[in-house]
T-cell receptor, first 109, second 114 residues
């Protein structure tokens, strides 16, 4: 599975959009980009995933560059409850989840 | 619909002892994966059980072993505990060969080795 690079931490003002970047320059054609988040003292929670096209669900949007070497998770209106560690994971459709250190997002009032 | 249940939530053990952690998967899931999460790190894959057999294993010593029961619940056993085994142990359930979106995690067991 391709390696990912994420900034260790980011801040965001409450009500503003949070844009979390992820670099995955070695991604191969059959690998998906998955995002999970882990709120303090809880297990990781699935957010969204994509292959080539941009994706949106009730939680977030995922923007994948045309060359697929990077992506951005967008939380359109961040709330204090979105404070968490966000993990970007690149893998084929099957197989285990391999986590990095993720980005610690702090949403501030 | 119950999610993944782990027990106990917290545990303190002495170095050299043995510990057993338990996991009940989400209803409808029959595959269980275990992860170790040290403080400030992402979860590290230990192993996965399906059909009562260990299907995949991460880079963990033989002191870490597991079991899956016919009702799909699972146990993680750690022998000869070391101080470095102190961590949050997470259980995730899924269907077999699930895609990356199909994992449901429990809230974990916090193990402290003193």
């Amino acid at each position: 599975d391709a390696k990912t690079t994420q900034p260790p931490s980011m801040d965001c003002a409450e009500g503003r959009a949070a844009n979390l970047p992820c670099n995955h320059s070695t991604i191969s054609g059959n690998e998906y980009v998955y995002w999970y988040r882990q709120i303090h003292s809880q297990g990781p929670q699935y957010i969204i995933h994509g292959l080539k096209n941009n994706e949106t669900n009730e939680m977030a949007s995922l923007i994948i560059t045309e060359d697929r070497k990077s992506s951005t998770l967008i939380l359109p209106h961040a709330t204090l409850r979105d404070t968490a560690v966000y993990y970007c994971i690149v893998k084929t459709g099957q197989g285990n989840l391999i986590f990095g250190k993720g980005t610690k997002l702090s949403v501030k009032p | 619909d119950a999610g993944v249940t782990q027990s106990p939530t917290h545990l303190i053990k002495t170095r050299g002892q043995q510990v057993t952690l338990r996991c009940s998967p989400k209803s409808g899931h029959d595959t269980v994966s275990w992860y170790q999460q040290a403080l400030g790190q992402g979860p590290q894959f230990i192993f996965q059980y399906y059909e009562e057999e260990e299907r995949q294993r991460g880079n963990f010593p033989d002191r870490f072993s597991g079991h899956q029961f016919p009702n799909y619940s699972s146990e993680l056993n750690v022998n000869a505990l070391l101080l470095g085994d102190s961590a949050l142990y997470l259980c995730a359930s899924s269907l077999p060969f699930a895609s990356g979106s199909g994992y449901t995690f429990g809230s974990g067991t916090r193990l402290t080795v003193v």
